[in-house]
Structure formats: C-alpha cells, structure tokens
C-alpha cells in the first residue's frame, strides 16, 4: 500500500489548508486520517473500557434490549446483510455485535424515522456514561468540521448550518471475532458497504482490519495512528457534492488473533433534511432525496429489525 493512499489531515493547520487537504482527500479516495482533532485520549479509552464492559454483560442481559424499529440496541452476530453493497454480492450476514446509541430524540420529531429513546442495559451508569460523554464530544467534533467542509466544496462556511440544527448522530460500540481462516468469500466482519450519510469519524486501536477501495480496485488500508481518527465522506456528502466527493466502498476483515474492537460515529443531517447538489458543483447529477426516505429504505434492506413481518 502506497502512504499516500489514504492521507492524514492535521486540524491544528491553517483553515484554508485543512479544507484544501480535505477537498483532495475526498475527490481521490473518499477517506483521510484527521489528527490534531482535540478529543482527548483518555475520553476515547473510557469509551472502549465502556464497550467492551457492555459486551462483556451476558447473552440474556444484551438480547433484552436488542435493536428496535429506531434503530437503537445491541445487534447481535448474523442479524444485518449488506444487501445494498455496490461492490459485491453478499450473501452472509456481518461477523460482528455491536451497542447502537443515537442522538437524544427531541419532542418535535415524534412519529420520525429513529425517534425515540435510547436503550441501555440496567443497572449500568458505568457504561452509559462515559458512552454518553463520547458522543457528545463528537458531535461538537462534527459541528467545527461543518465549516472546514463547506469551504472545502467552494461554499460558504454556513451552507450546512440549517441541516444539522439537530444531528442526526449514531455512534456504535463494534466487537468483531477473528476472521476464520476457511471462511466462504463472501463472509466478512463487515461487508463492502458505503456509509449513508454526511461524514464517519472512527476510533479504532491500532490493529488492522478496514480496507478501503482505491479507485483503482485495489483494497487499501488506513494507517494506525494512536490518537487519529478515519474519517470519510458518505452518500449524502457525495450527492451534496454533486459526485465531486466520493463515497467509497470500505469493509472489515478481522485477520488479527484476537478480538477487534472500534467505535465508529456517524455525524449526518436531520431526518428532515432534503439534500440535493451545491450550487458550486455545476449542473445537478442527482435528484433531490429526503434523508428519513433514504436511509429507511436501506435500514429496511440491511436489517432484519426494519423489515416488514411476513404475512400468513
């Protein structure tokens, strides 16, 4: 892998610099390793000390509150197929179990996609807590890179304001099992996939196991840095881009020993949100589309917990 493939951006730079190093990150790749990013190390180790103390509660106690139609809860191994996926045909479900926490729901959004409260196991404010302050520190993350990315597609810094008055924000605590070694092709910790939304921020330790599709169809892998976040552009950035930002296809395949841990946050726009190209991209590319359509058709698509009952 060349060291250039997938930069990394430090936000102490310059403004202009940032938002020039982030616009070239995307055009080519989609993905970049931002550092300099002011969440302190010791908030991001509670964090995976409070995931893998929820991971390590029983089977009993996690299914009690598995994943619910707002998309909130613990979502087992082999309950989620990436049918969506561009770039491959999958056929096996996802290696994985995770914790899923949304953003605080607000009272004028009763009756909307992902509305709702979050579900916690009880008895458990050592996990709640240190997950709740992790979140929170990454939305304010999120909210300073509004302008960074606005002004790296040529716009004014508050061209994003509007749409994330009220983030829509989820950020889920991932415990992938090792790869087995006679695996089919098609089985993966994490399927090739984009994300739906605006940007991903990914804490991960320094252990490998993502891979990102180079333009060229080569399978690429970010370089570990302590203290660095992934960060990437996701489907709703590209069409707002007008195709000028991509939205790579990434997956998981954990070929290390041991188990591998990683807290990835999606920071994306209202549910509300319409989202449609930028002025500064030229002539339109995509339709407009209403984020809470999107993202229900491929929740209902990719997770069991969003699908229709079967009738008799």
């Known amino acids: 892998m060349n060291a250039v493939d997938v930069p990394i951006v430090s936000l102490a730079a310059d403004g202009d610099q940032v938002a020039a190093q982030l616009a070239d990150a995307y055009q080519r790749i989609g993905f970049c390793v931002i550092v300099d990013h002011g969440i302190p190390l010791e908030l991001t180790a509670a964090a995976f000390e409070a995931s893998q103390q929820f991971h390590a509660l029983s089977t009993e106690v996690k299914a009690s509150i598995a994943l619910d139609g707002t998309h909130r809860g613990f979502i087992a191994r082999n309950t989620s197929t990436v049918v969506t996926s561009s770039v491959a045909k999958v056929t096996l479900p996802n290696q994985s179990e995770s914790l899923m926490i949304l953003h605080d729901s607000h009272p004028d959004d009763e009756g909307r996609l992902l509305a709702g409260p979050n579900r916690w196991p009880p008895h458990c404010d050592h996990i709640r807590e240190p997950l ?126 041991g188990e591998r841990w990683s807290i990835p946050f999606f920071f994306d726009p209202h549910v509300s949100t319409v989202v449609e190209p930028l002025p500064s991209g030229g002539d339109p590319q995509f339709d407009p589309v209403l984020f809470e359509e999107y993202l229900r058709v491929r929740l209902q698509k990719n997770y069991r917990q969003h699908q229709e009952p079967e009738q008799p």
């Open 132 to 257: 709740e302050a992790y979140r929170d520190a990454m939305c304010e993350l999120g909210m300073s890179l509004l302008p960074l990315i606005a002004r790296s597609l040529g716009e004014a810094p508050n061209v994003f304001d509007a749409a994330f008055e009220r983030p829509t924000t989820w950020l889920r605590m991932l415990r992938y099992p090792p790869h087995p070694p006679d695996a089919p092709a098609d089985l993966f910790g994490s399927a090739p996939h984009t994300d739906y939304g605006f940007v991903t921020l990914l804490a991960s330790p320094e252990v490998g196991g993502l891979e990102v599709r180079h333009p060229d169809g080569r399978w690429v892998r970010p370089p570990a840095i302590r203290d660095g976040l992934v960060m990437n552009s996701g489907d709703m950035l590209r069409r707002w881009s007008n195709g000028r930002f991509r939205s790579t296809p990434h997956r998981v395949i954990n070929d290390q020993p």
